[in-house]
């Protein structure tokens, strides 16, 4: 079956530390794997996508994504942390003519 | 930039109403997609929509159904709105994939509360 599937529930970092954000994926064939943003009361917000080519992606607000075909993963990073970073992310694998599956999410809470 | 709205940020109803939710995007998207949200389960789709009147079911279908008679607009309907249909609904649209464009775009959201 084609998912993805975040493994942490929370992240708690510090101000000005780096970030990760886990997602893992599990699909046939080439990967479409997307990155989304959801501030408290708003809808999800595009943050960057994999396609093909370079294992790095960078995309919105200094966020980028490694991917890494052997592990199957597509983590999100940025090397420092913001208090206004703070928010739900969401990992999601287009599958079956444009339909997207969604992980459950990984809260992001950054500390003065 | 593209832009999704939906009718309603907050809704109550009652059991057995029947529900209206409605979306509208402005860019021209062929596709277009209700989702719900739920805690510890992320979103799952509900219904998906490729071009007037088409439509497909997604994960989770049952008690729902969707019209879409404009390029622009797709309504989701409650039939019968049940206590377990209390959940946030989130109306997306994007490109199809033979224009080379994947991600989605989402609106607000729409925090149904059934009682």
């Known amino acids: 079956a084609q998912s993805v599937a975040q493994p942490e529930d929370q992240v708690n970092v510090a101000e000005g530390n780096p970030l990760t954000v886990k997602c893992t994926y599990s699909v046939s064939g080439n990967p479409y794997l997307f990155w989304y943003v959801q501030y408290p009361n708003r809808g999800l917000q595009f943050l960057l996508k994999y396609i093909t080519g370079d294992n790095l992606v960078k995309g919105s607000y200094g966020f980028e994504a490694e991917f890494n075909k052997s592990q199957t993963s597509v983590h999100l990073k940025k090397p420092s942390a913001l208090v206004s970073d703070s928010a739900l992310y969401f990992c999601a694998n287009r599958y079956n003519f444009n339909k997207f599956y969604f992980g459950s999410g990984t809260k992001l809470n950054v500390k003065p | 930039d593209v832009k999704v709205t939906q009718s309603s940020r907050y809704l109550v109803k009652r059991t057995g109403e029947k529900v209206f939710l409605e979306c509208v995007q402005d860019m021209d998207h062929e596709n277009m997609f209700w989702y719900r949200q739920d805690p510890g389960l992320g979103l799952r789709l509900i219904y998906f929509s490729y071009d007037v009147k088409m439509k497909e079911k997604g994960d989770i279908p049952e008690g729902y159904s969707v019209s879409r008679e404009k390029k622009e607009r797709f309504s989701l309907i409650l039939e019968s709105a049940s206590t377990n249909q209390t959940s946030m609904y989130l109306c997306?649209?994007?490109?199809?994939?033979?224009?080379?464009?994947?991600?989605?775009?989402f609106g607000p959201g729409t925090r149904l509360t059934v009682t």
């Open positions: 997306a649209s994007s490109l199809t994939e033979s224009q080379g464009y994947y991600e989605q775009y």
